[in-house]
Nanobody
Framework: VQLVESGGGLVQPGGSLRLSCAASGFTFSRNTMRWYRQAPGKQREFVALITNAGDVNYSDSVKGRFTISRNNAENTMFLQMNSLKPEDTAVYYC?????????WGQGTQVTVSS
């Protein structure tokens, strides 16, 4: 199983970014996928999830600003982040569970600063 995030970068407050997570090594279309993030000096926290049926859930801190989606034909998950705030600065990780094992990507840095 491999998860590879991309799309991070530096953006001004109020700006947007779109993160991608390219997945391989398992049946992507069957799996719930999640985004987590970890800010400096803080614990890793849940951001959003999307089930194999397309149901979604968000943390209260990003609800209404972030949108999670997936393309099963391309084995890719996305996180569209709008109205970004400095407190969204973190490393963003892709996550899944397959055959009872937990898998993480290497992370992509998102920095929101003027």
């Amino acid at each position: 199983v491999q998860l590879v995030e991309s799309g991070g970068g530096l953006v001004q407050p109020g700006g947007s970014l779109r993160l991608s997570c390219a997945a391989s090594g398992f049946t992507f279309s069957r799996n719930t996928m999640r985004w987590y993030r970890q800010a400096p000096g803080k614990q890793r926290e849940f951001v959003a999830l999307i089930t194999n049926a397309g149901d979604v859930n968000y943390s209260d801190s990003v609800k209404g600003r972030f949108t999670i989606s997936r393309n099963n034909a391309e084995n890719t998950m996305f996180l569209q982040m709008n109205s970004l705030k400095p407190e969204d600065t973190a490393v963003y990780y892709c996550h899944t569970i397959w055959s009872t094992k937990v898998y993480w990507g290497q992370g992509t840095q998102v920095t929101v600063s003027s």
